[in-house]
């Protein structure tokens, strides 16, 4: 599948899957200047590009391992979900849970992006719902793990 992609500035560089198997494309920081984000912060990162999604599929913009692993550093939001209908610049707001500053520089890869079919659902209201084994039960109900 083919996404367009459109550099709003000229440094930006276009999502890159690093093998033929990557589920994620890399994302890239488009800054003029390093931006050190302070223990506990989250600061809002400019890709420098706008996607089109094909309508049925979204964007899902997951973090990087490496950046999560190594410098607890990770989208403040877990998961960010860009619908097909977005054509405003891809943002990454990146949480710093460490106890130190981490320092991203113009071009650090800062996310991944996973494009996705979703399942277009229109909402019931109903009196009851099917009964399963389950039932009701909530957090920790199938197992101790």
């Known amino acids: 599948m083919n996404i367009k992609v459109k550099k709003l500035q000229e440094q ?28 506990n912060q989250t600061v809002k990162i400019g890709t420098g590009i706008a996607i089109e999604i094909p309508s049925g599929y979204a964007a899902f913009v997951y973090g990087r ?23 405003g610049e891809l943002i990454v707001a990146l949480k710093n849970s460490a106890q130190v500053a981490f ?14 079919p979703v ?3 229109d909402f019931i209201e109903v009196a009851d719902l099917s009964e399963t084994k ?10 101790i793990a």
């Open 103 to 116: 320092t991203i520089h113009p071009g650090d890869r800062i996310a991944q992006m996973v494009i996705a």
């Open 119 to 121: 399942v277009m659902s």
């Open 65 to 87: 391992s490496g950046l999560g692993v190594k410098y607890n550093v990770a989208p403040a939001n877990c998961v960010g979900v860009v619908d097909a209908d977005y054509r």
């Open 134 to 143: 389950r039932g009701t039960g909530g957090f920790g109900s199938t197992g």
């Open 12 to 39: 930006a560089i276009l999502p890159y899957r690093a093998t033929s198997d990557s589920a994620g494309a890399d994302l890239y920081a488009c800054l003029t200047e390093p931006v050190t984000i302070l223990p």
